[in-house]
Nanobody
């Protein structure tokens, strides 16, 4: 089994910055995809950013130019640097990883979420 633990959420004023981290632990052979999702109250969960093992990046249009996703493979960790935060970025942020527990077995795992609140 694999566990994901997020950290770094909190309360920040509009225009401020936060850095989220998500660490994976457990039976890990490799991690193919690392992603950040978010879910605002009353809305569906949406993909914010993703990074593949090969370094391919993708971002939601709403965060392009403000958020940067990165990964540290040695630490099984994904980061989300969030700058120029807006009140509409307020949400619970979840990390998701697509993990190989062996070379042939592929599973997805989710973290428990970390709350980001941006005040105006």
């Amino acid at each position: 089994q694999v566990q994901l633990v997020e950290s770094g959420g909190g309360l920040v004023q509009a225009g401020g910055s936060l850095r989220l981290s998500c660490v994976a632990s457990g039976s890990i052979f490799s991690i193919d995809i690392m992603q950040w999702y978010r879910q605002a109250p009353g809305k569906q969960r949406e993909l914010v950013a993703g990074i593949t093992s090969g370094g391919r990046l993708n971002y939601a249009d709403s965060v392009k130019g403000r958020f940067v996703i990165s990964r540290d493979n040695a630490k099984n960790t994904v980061y989300l640097q969030m700058d120029s935060l807006k009140p509409e970025d307020t949400a619970v942020y979840y990390c998701r990883m697509v993990v190989r527990t062996t070379a042939a077995n592929l599973f997805q795992f989710w973290g428990q979420g970390t709350l980001v609140t941006v005040s105006s």
